[in-house]
T-cell receptor, first 109, second 110 residues
Framework: GQNIDQPTEMTATEGAIVQINCTYQ??????LFWYQQHAGEAPTFLSY??LDGLEEKGRFSSFLSRSKGYSYLLLKELQMKDSASYLC??????????WGAGTKLIIKP | DAEITQSPRHKITETGRQVTLACHQT?????MFWYRQDLGHGLRLIHY???????NKGEVSDGYSVSRSNTEDLPLTLESAASSQTSVYFC?????????FGPGTRLTVT
């Protein structure tokens, strides 16, 4: 079957760095997405990786290793507004998105 | 600005009633999707459409139907609402792969 695993919840301190991991087992691979979702709101697109390596976008970076079925989202200089759920999703061989259950990130002052 | 809107934003209905959730997008995207989101689960695909008159079942399509008569709209109908369908429903659209989501509809079936 197809499976996406992420930690359920993480806690970090304002100003610090946090890494949210995602491992996947899917039938085929056509890219990996990270979305941010604040409580009660819609998911919003953060990043897309299709090739191995690190993609940097401001305070957020996303890494992919296709051979290991692994990705992480790195958030630097954490701000209180980064408190949200972070969703990992993989596009399979049929170009369907398979979603992880999300990681709830709690930022403490 | 282009956007996706959903209505209603909140709905309470009784078991057995038919309910229709509206989704309207002004992105002019061909691809539209309906998901449900429940605690402990990832977003689960209900139905999707790749263009006018095209509809396809997702992984949790039982008890739901959609129709696509134009590019902008993909209404989701619950034929006979059940308590198991209490959830938050998101509509999304895309042209290539990344999805743009609507604000969601919180549906409670009592």
């Amino acid at each position: 079957g197809q499976n996406i695993d992420q930690p359920t919840e993480m806690t970090a301190t304002e100003g610090a760095i946090v890494q949210i991991n995602c491992t996947y087992q899917t039938s085929g691979f056509n890219g990996l997405f990270w979305y941010q979702q604040h409580a009660g709101e819609a998911p919003t697109f953060l990043s897309y990786n299709v090739l191995d390596g690190l993609e940097e976008k401001g305070r957020f970076s996303s890494f992919l290793s296709r051979s290991k079925g692994y990705s992480y989202l790195l958030l630097k200089e954490l701000q209180m507004k980064d408190s949200a759920s972070y969703l990992c999703a993989v596009t399979d061989s049929n170009y369907q998105l398979i979603w992880g259950a999300g990681t709830k990130l709690i930022i403490k002052p | 600005d282009a956007e996706i809107t959903q209505s209603p934003r909140h709905k309470i209905t009784e078991t057995g009633r038919q309910v229709t959730l509206a989704c309207h997008q002004t992105w002019n995207h061909n691809n539209m999707f309906w998901y449900r989101q429940d605690l402990g689960h990832g977003l689960r695909l209900i139905h999707y459409s790749y263009g006018v008159q095209d509809t396809n079942k997702g992984e949790v399509s039982d008890g739901y139907s959609v129709s696509r008569s134009n590019t902008e709209d993909l209404p989701l109908t619950l034929e006979s609402a059940a308590s198991s369908q209490t959830s938050v429903y998101f509509c999304a659209s895309s042209e290539v792969m990344w999805r743009s989501f609507g604000p969601g509809t919180r549906l409670t079936v009592t």
